[in-house]
T-cell receptor
Framework: QKEVEQNSGPLSVPEGAIASLNCTYS??????FFWYRQYSGKSPELIMS????GDKEDGRFTAQLNKASQYVSLLIRDSQPSDSATYLC??????????FGAGTQVVVTP | DARVTQTPRHKVTEMGQEVTMRCQPI?????VFWYRQTMMQGLELLAY????????DSGMPKDRFSAEMPDATLATLKIQPSEPRDSAVYFC???????????FGPGTRLLVL
C-alpha cells in the first residue's frame, strides 16, 4: 500500500466549474500537508499548505484536512485553462520527509 | 525574488561517467532536499540535510550516489558511475524548517546513454 494515494486522472473539468482533488495517507502521525502544482516540464510549486483539521482558503483554492479520516483534499473554484496541470499531494510523514502522491492530472476544457 | 538555483539544467552523459549536480538553496533556509522524478516512480526523496548535516539518505543508492553540503550555500549530488537507469529529473528543494514548505529548484534533467 502506498503511503500517499491520489487518483491519477485525468480529471476533466469545464472552464468555470469546480475541480475536486482527493488524497489519502496512511501515516497517522503526519502533521503537515501540502498541495503542489506541476506544469509539464516544470518544477513543483506550492499551492497550499495545511496543518490543522478543517478548511483553508486562498483565492480560488480551498484545502480541506480531516486527520481522523486521513484525508486531504483540494478544491479549485472557477477553474481556468491555466489550472491545467498535475497536482501533487505531499504529506510530511516524519521530520521533513515528504511523501508525494503520484499526482492527479487536471485538464480544464474551454 | 528568492529562488533555489540548480546547475546544470540539462546533462547528457555516457554510462560510467561521473555526474555532479549543484544546488544553491534560498538564503536563510536551513533544510535542503534532493529528489528524483521519473514517470514510473514519481517524485522520490533521495536525501536531505538540516544545518548542513545529513539527516536521511535512505532513498539513495549508496554504492553510486553521494550527497554533500560543503557550505550553507551549496549542496551537491554526485553519481559515480552513472547508469542509464539514473536518467531522470533531479530536483533540489530548500525550506526554513523540517515541518515547513519546501521550495523547489528548476531541476536538472539527466540523460545517461
Amino acid at each position: 500500500q502506498k503511503e500517499v494515494e491520489q487518483n491519477s486522472g485525468p480529471l476533466s473539468v469545464p472552464e468555470g466549474a469546480i475541480a475536486s482533488l482527493n488524497c489519502t495517507y496512511s501515516d497517522r502521525v503526519s502533521q503537515s500537508f501540502f498541495w503542489y502544482r506541476q506544469y509539464s516540464g516544470k518544477s513543483p510549486e506550492l499551492i497550499m499548505s495545511i496543518y490543522s483539521n478543517g478548511d483553508k482558503e486562498d483565492g480560488r483554492f480551498t484545502a480541506q484536512l480531516n486527520k481522523a479520516s486521513q484525508y486531504v483534499s483540494l478544491l479549485i473554484r472557477d477553474s481556468q485553462p491555466s489550472d491545467s496541470a498535475t497536482y501533487l499531494c505531499a504529506v510530511n510523514i516524519r521530520w521533513g520527509k515528504l511523501q508525494f502522491g503520484a499526482g492527479t492530472q487536471v485538464v480544464v476544457t474551454p | 525574488d528568492a529562488r533555489v538555483t540548480q546547475t546544470p539544467r540539462h546533462k547528457v552523459t555516457e554510462m560510467g561517467q561521473e555526474v555532479t549536480m549543484r544546488c544553491q538553496p534560498i538564503l536563510g533556509h536551513n533544510t535542503v532536499f534532493w529528489y528524483r522524478q521519473t514517470m514510473m516512480q514519481g517524485l522520490e526523496l533521495l536525501a536531505y540535510f538540516r544545518n548542513r548535516a545529513p539527516l536521511d539518505d535512505s532513498g539513495m543508492p549508496k554504492d553510486r550516489f553521494s550527497a554533500e553540503m560543503p557550505d550553507a550555500t551549496l549542496a551537491t549530488l554526485k553519481i559515480q558511475p552513472s547508469e542509464p537507469r539514473d536518467s531522470a529529473v533531479y530536483f533540489c528543494a530548500s525550506g526554513p524548517g523540517l515541518q515547513e514548505t519546501q521550495y523547489f529548484g528548476p531541476g536538472t534533467r539527466l540523460l545517461v546513454l
